[in-house]
């Protein structure tokens, strides 16, 4: 009779989400992940078809875990801008912080013509454009076509860089970004 594991879906993400952050998806194989999660290789073969689709599905749920925190936040009616502004910030850091670098190897796998990052980059920007668009940007950026993507992508870009130059200043880094972001929006 085979073994019965509760919730397998989910001690599955969890362990391969521990195991691709602490070695990295160049270093993982399914072999560890099945041996995290109590399992044979083959039953981690029966939900994943190889180590890319959990990697991709690592990911993505990751992220999807953050938009379902930053559009909670959006929802809430009786905050100011500000506010829902800097707790996004906070949310957006925080879980950047826990992924520890996971998104590095997205890019890589790009490079090597592995992972289409197109596909996760469009989700993405979906994802976070219908989050952020309770924000109205200031007049003279409206002109730049995609500027909801283009300042999404300077706050990335200025979070992952303060986060490996900076580590041990997470405040500062935070409040740098809140103030930098302000720039952008009308309140």
């Not at 952050?21 to 083959?42: L, P, Q, W």
């Not at 826990?98 to 790009?110: E, F, K």
């Not at 993507?149 to 706050?155: D, E």
Request: some cysteine; aromatic content about 14%.
């Amino acid at each position: 009779m085979p073994k019965i594991i509760k919730n397998l879906e989910e001690k599955i993400f969890k362990e391969a989400s521990k195991i691709f952050i602490h070695k990295g998806f160049d270093n993982t194989d399914m072999k560890t992940i099945a041996e995290a999660c109590g399992i044979a290789v083959g039953t981690l073969y029966n939900y994943y078809p190889n180590k890319k689709t959990l990697y991709v599905q690592v990911f993505r749920r990751s992220w999807e875990d953050t938009l379902k925190k930053l559009n909670k936040i959006s929802q809430i009616k009786e905050q100011q801008a500000n506010l829902v502004l800097k707790k996004m910030i906070e949310v957006l850091y925080n879980d950047t912080e826990l992924r520890d670098g996971l998104g590095d190897d997205v890019r890589t796998l790009h490079t090597k013509g592995e992972l289409d990052w197109k596909i996760i980059q469009e989700y993405f920007f979906k994802s976070i454009y219908e989050t952020l668009k309770i924000f109205k940007f200031k007049e003279e950026f409206g002109k730049y076509p995609e500027v909801v993507k283009k300042i999404v992508l300077i706050w990335f870009a200025m979070e992952i860089s303060l986060m490996k130059v900076f580590p041990n200043s997470k405040e500062e880094n935070i409040n740098l970004i809140y103030n930098t972001m302000k720039g952008y929006i009308i309140y």
